[in-house]
């Protein structure tokens, strides 16, 4: 079996049981570390004047490191509906992770900001959680190693969860009260917080007010990084002062804001669909966007996206997601 393969997932059916190998890429990772790691050692043998013998201690932790990567590669998931549990065993042997089917809502589709998704498990209580990964990373929707993972591994897991499934677990919460939502009769605008938005606008706006007074020889950079320090303050600015109504009488959703080139309208029908968008910075979750897609009138296939609100909280999604239904009646 090649490296490439290996990086793809893998899965493995049996009789009552499913088990995925979605961390294959970390081989990949172990040989390249391994190379390293080699040629690191040489230079530390080289330099020091030193043995390998001697060297034990820094060897060991290098290999120690190596088998670290090769053991995560070979971390599993493992669905036994004859014990109706999900495992997660790492380095293939080692749980961290054992829960019910009945507290398992399914697998989906992620995807994140450099435009590249997985698949992965989600609980009923934390249907937009960070979820439990199953699946490696892909580019392309027509990755034949997704849409076979999705044909043939997904669907007999979810035939797993469903044989766990109650009424009780699909029963939505009413809508008495809006947490995310000003309602004013037919008008309901999304309460937004002001504070952040306008304070980075300030603060680019001094900046840029500041540089203008430097003297300086580079007149066009100048002119240049102030202009772009405005502009900065006028997006701040304009997020700030941005509002989204969903009109419930003429059945549209206007975006309006400062600049007025952005205001934007749509209308319930054309309503195509809601994603959600998971934001990193360094690896480290900042926050889930709120998407909703609207079809292009006359044009088959094109669509536009809106993002309507940023969240973290796996219950203030599923939240704002129900509220929203409930106003577009959906």
């Known amino acids: 079996m090649s490296l490439k393969s290996l990086s793809k997932t893998r899965w493995k059916i049996e009789q009552d049981k ?11 990772f172990t040989a390249i570390i391994a190379v390293l790691f080699t040629g690191l050692l040489l230079i530390y043998i080289n330099y020091q004047n030193t043995t390998i013998a001697e060297s034990l201690p820094f060897v060991l932790l290098l290999l120690l490191m190596v088998v670290m990567f090769w053991g995560y590669g070979a971390t599993q998931i493992e669905f036994d509906n004859s014990r109706g549990k999900m495992r997660k065993l790492l380095m293939g042997f080692i749980p961290v992770a054992n829960v019910p089917f009945s507290k398992l809502q399914g697998i989906n589709a992620v995807s994140n900001m450099a435009g590249s998704y997985n698949y992965r498990l989600f609980k009923k209580d934390a249907k937009y959680g960070s979820g439990i990964v199953v699946s490696s990373g892909y580019t392309k929707n027509d990755d034949a190693n997704a ?3 999705v044909e043939e591994a997904v669907p007999i897991i979810h035939g797993y969860l469903d044989l766990h499934d109650s009424p009780a677990d699909y029963v939505a919460e009413p809508i008495t009260s809006f947490r995310f939502f000003n309602q004013n009769g037919n008008l309901y605008t999304i309460k937004s917080k002001k504070g952040g938005a306008i304070f980075f606008g300030l603060l680019f706006l001094v900046i840029g007010l500041s540089l203008l007074t430097i003297e300086t020889n580079g007149i066009v950079a100048k002119i240049f990084i102030v202009a772009a320090t405005l502009f900065l303050a006028l997006i701040f600015f304009n997020a700030a002062y941005t509002t989204l109504t969903f009109n419930q009488a003429t059945q549209t959703i206007e975006r309006t804001g400062v600049a007025k080139f952005l205001n934007r309208r749509y209308q ?31 044009k088959n296939g094109k669509q536009v996206l809106l993002t309507v609100i940023s969240l973290k909280k796996s219950a203030d999604i599923e939240r704002f997601i129900q509220e929203l239904n409930v106003i577009m009646t959906i």
């Open 268 to 298: 319930f029908s054309a309503f195509a669909g809601i994603q959600t968008l998971r934001r990193s910075i360094n690896f480290v979750y900042a926050g889930t966007d709120i998407n909703m897609y609207f079809d292009v009138p006359g």
């Open 18 to 28: 499913v088990t995925i190998y979605p961390y294959g890429v970390f081989y990949i």
């Open 147 to 149: 849409v076979a993972f």
